[in-house]
């Protein structure tokens, strides 16, 4: 039987991918899967389960008390944060959490001259 996470990555880079200048990167050293605004990275995934953002330390620790975003799992710095995904509603909140990292990048160094 097929879950949701199965097809999690999936949906998140259908949506994300269609955001001007937003490109994959992957997979990593870690076997991460990233989603990047030029140079920058936007946030990335680990298989269907996780995905991990750095955001200003202000606002992950909004995010983190909002109960959002938990702390990263290799440290507790206030700016990163994770998103378990288990469900349907945990892909569209990493979409949501991906677009604030993506909107805060293009106000403060626009799009990428290739967007």
């Known amino acids: 039987m097929e879950t ?12 994300v991918t269609a955001w001007p200048g937003v490109s994959t990167s992957g997979p990593g050293e870690r076997g991460e899967f990233s989603y990047m ?27 983190r008390e ?8 290799i440290t507790d710095s206030p700016g990163l944060g994770a998103r378990r995904i288990d469900g349907p509603d945990d892909v569209s909140e990493v979409i949501e959490l991906l ?11 626009g799009l990428p001259d290739d967007a």
């Open 4 to 15: 949701i996470t199965t097809s999690a990555r999936a949906q998140i880079t259908a949506a």
């Open 37 to 63: 605004l030029g140079r920058s990275e936007i946030g990335h995934l680990h298989g269907n389960h996780v995905a991990h953002f750095s955001f200003q330390k202000q606002l992950g620790t909004e995010l």
């Open 66 to 73: 909002q109960g959002r975003v938990t702390p990263h799992p």
């Open 99 to 109: 677009r604030l990292n993506y909107d805060r990048l293009v106000a403060r160094y």
